[in-house]
């Protein structure tokens, strides 16, 4: 009995000690099946003890149309999860893939094999193994095939076999670069310096990046334009990241992935964290063909000009135009005003430019006009415009400022100009998206000329009429009409400070903008009580100190009352979703085309374009009869995501209009829309889907 109970035990011990064996097998069962894309593991010959041994999963497709995943899949897909059954000791190294492909579908990017392929897996046994006696490697793989439309998962049971080609898996693979790269993370934009020499060839270029998670809630937008430039034997990419989520998680401490040169070709790197230069080279890769610098240089010369015309500027026409009348038949006079006019719009629009690219040096995603997204500065033109408007209809004068009706001087001439410029700011008209959105990424020397040149092109109607006397006498004679015009000017400004008042509201809440007419208020009564506006008349020193203490009163409640309402998305005939990266991938993968605008309160040209082109029930019928998807980016706060997606599309600021044909890339719309743009672009697309 105790010799029957004995062996009773020892069984059911041994069949204890199966079960996890038999558990880990049924797990390891393959339930899906490799129909789709077959998988067979192949041995290089038999391994060595402290040698290095490759092992290769060949990957073959069913169809053409089945393709497999490279090991970060993008923005859709899976990646291999593989496993093997080795003795204790030996190390399984990370897989090496030959070079992936891109496929894009609805915006979503993939990094994918089409045809066949092979994965090499080198495998280490240890110093002392006995390799002679190990049995034929076995394991297990999952796995994913997909089509354009489709998507199924396998897995397989793996047993090695000898032969292969594995000299053709091995040249497949990209080579390692002896050099270790150096990558750095600004804002939402991941830099990557490749050490490649000069003398190589480039083709079309594309990073695969392996890493799919960057720390602090970055992740890599896979299919945005990715930025390259060059100098000597240092190669940069630059791509755009999109937070998701909170940010957490440290910064990696390797990225790693596949530099594609083009045709086939392809390199391994391994990147550090270093600092990488972006700023000092010109790109040759980007979000378009990079124009000759004097090719942006005239286009920002002729947006500079032409923002003369534009809604935002037309409240300092007015300026212009007085300053230039009061200059008469003076040639030396006229031609000191509008030197120092242009000296004062250059100089704001060269230092404003200056800010910017030192701002976006040090990581901060900013663009032009990105100052309005400032509370006080917001106040600041407040103010400002409502003590131009109160000087034009008289309260008060300015000794030698042609806006007061006076006398013109150089220092006035030079005080609109710096006027002129800061208020147009808001505006982006056509050819400057193209010239800023290429100064931001420029070197710092050639940005700089580049917003020089918006200086001297907003500037330049004044210039002429100082220098030509022939356009100089066109003007008309300087007489009574000059005042009954300075106060009909006292309208637009009016509108202007209107406006600011709004934007004081929407940005600060109502007791933020109370505060803010106090301090306007008290400057005014201050300006008045100080500078009267008729000969003769003295200073009212109490009423000035008055004014003074309201202000300043004022000023500090501003700083208590600060208190920015909740963003809430303003109505639209169009419906559009609040933009996002996302949301965007979703639109475009509904097959379906997309129009997205991008816009700001304190943007004048923005809510132009709104009025004429986009809130119009046309447009509505259109949108809806093509099943158009919408979305809206509003800029009139800080926003990284939105800042970051202006800057890979080239933008330096707001308006951007961007129409997605159904299944296409984007296009990128005028700033300035007419009536039935978007009508037309609906119906096209109407068509197209119905073909």
């Not at 797990?27 to 003890?49: C, S």
């Not at 399984?92 to 994965?119: D, R, S």
């Not at 965007?584 to 374009?609: H, I």
Request: charged share 15%; proline share 7%; glycine share 10%.
């Amino acid at each position: 009995m105790d010799v029957w109970r004995v062996r009773m035990a020892a069984i059911l011990i041994a069949v204890l000690c199966l079960l996890p064996v038999v558990s880990h097998a049924q797990e390891r069962a393959p339930r899906y099946g490799d129909d789709n894309i077959a998988v067979q593991l192949y041995a290089n010959g038999a391994p060595k003890a402290g040698e290095e041994w490759l092992l290769a999963l060949r990957f073959t497709p069913s169809a053409p149309e089945w393709h497999g995943y490279w090991a970060n899949p993008g923005d859709a897909g899976q990646g291999m999860d593989l496993q093997l059954d080795l003795p204790d000791g030996w190390v399984v190294g990370k897989p090496l893939y030959p070079l992936p492909q891109t496929l894009l579908i609805g915006g979503l990017m993939n990094h994918i094999f089409e045809g066949e392929y092979a994965v090499l897996v080198p495998v280490m046994p240890p110093e002392g193994a006995d390799v002679a006696g190990i049995a034929s490697v076995t394991g297990y793989v999952e796995y994913l095939a997909c089509t354009d439309r489709v998507c199924v998962p396998q897995d397989a049971a793996l047993r090695a076999t000898s032969g292969g080609d594995f000299a053709t898996w091995r040249a497949a693979v990209a080579p390692l670069l002896d050099s270790t790269a150096g990558f750095e993370i600004t804002g939402e934009r991941l830099r990557i310096g490749i050490p490649l020499p000069a003398s190589m060839e480039l083709g079309d270029l594309h990073l695969f990046l392996e890493n799919a998670d960057l720390g602090n809630g970055l992740r890599p937008q896979y299919a945005a334009i990715q930025t390259w430039v060059r100098e000597g034997n240092l190669l940069v990419a630059e791509l755009p990241l999109t937070r998701i989520g909170k940010a957490g998680g440290d910064t990696p401490a390797q990225v790693e992935g596949i530099l594609s040169l083009g045709e086939g070709r392809g390199v391994r790197f391994v990147a550090e964290p270093a600092d990488v230069p972006l700023e000092a080279v010109k790109p040759l890769r980007g979000p378009d063909v990079m124009p000759e610098l004097w090719v942006l240089l005239l286009a920002s010369l002729l947006g500079g000009l032409l923002l003369n015309v534009m809604p935002c500027v037309f409240p300092i026409l007015s300026l212009k135009a007085l300053a230039l009348a009061k200059a008469g038949g003076d040639e030396a006079a006229a031609r000191r005003d509008a030197l120092a006019y242009t000296a004062g719009v250059v100089l704001a629009c060269a230092g404003l430019g200056a800010l910017i690219l030192l701002l976006r040096s040090a990581g901060q995603q900013v663009g032009w006009a990105f100052q309005l997204q400032e509370p006080a500065i917001i106040a600041s033109l407040f103010v400002l415009s409502a003590a131009i408007t109160a000087n034009f209809f008289g309260l008060f004068s300015i000794p030698g400022i042609a806006i007061s009706g006076g006398k013109p001087s150089s220092g006035g001439s030079f005080a609109t100009g710096l006027l002129a410029a800061f208020v147009a700011t808001p505006c982006t008209g056509p050819f400057m998206a193209l010239a800023l959105g290429a100064a931001l990424v420029l070197r710092p020397v050639e940005g700089l000329a580049i917003f020089t040149a918006l200086g001297v092109g907003l500037a330049l109607p004044f210039l002429l009429v100082g220098f030509v006397p022939a356009i100089r006498k066109r003007l008309p004679a300087p007489g009574p009409w000059m005042e009954r015009f300075r106060r009909w000017m006292a309208l637009p400004m009016g509108l202007t400070a209107l406006a600011l008042a709004w934007l004081l509201w929407r940005v600060g809440g109502p007791l933020f903008f109370l505060a803010g007419t106090g301090v306007a208020a008290g400057i005014l009564l201050a300006l008045g009580a100080f500078l009267p506006s008729r000969a003769g008349e003295k200073r009212d020193t109490r009423l000035t100190a008055v004014g003074l203490a309201i202000a300043a009163i004022s000023g500090l409640a501003m700083a208590e009352t600060f208190d920015p309402p909740v963003a809430e998305e303003a109505e639209s005939l169009l419906a559009p979703r609040p933009f996002s990266q996302d949301a965007l991938a979703e639109a475009r993968a509904s097959g379906k085309p997309v129009f997205v605008w991008f816009t700001a309160d304190w943007c004048v040209t923005c809510k132009v374009n709104e009025s004429v082109a986009i809130e119009r029930e046309e447009a509505r019928a259109a949108f809806e009869q093509a099943g158009v998807v919408s979305l809206r980016g509003d800029w009139t706060r800080k926003d990284e995501e939105i800042a970051s997606f202006l800057a890979s599309q080239g933008a330096a600021g707001v308006p951007l209009y961007l129409w997605y044909p159904a299944g296409g890339d984007a296009q990128q719309l005028p700033q300035v829309l007419t009536p039935d743009l978007l009508p037309q672009l609906a119906q096209s697309g109407a068509e197209r889907t119905r073909r």
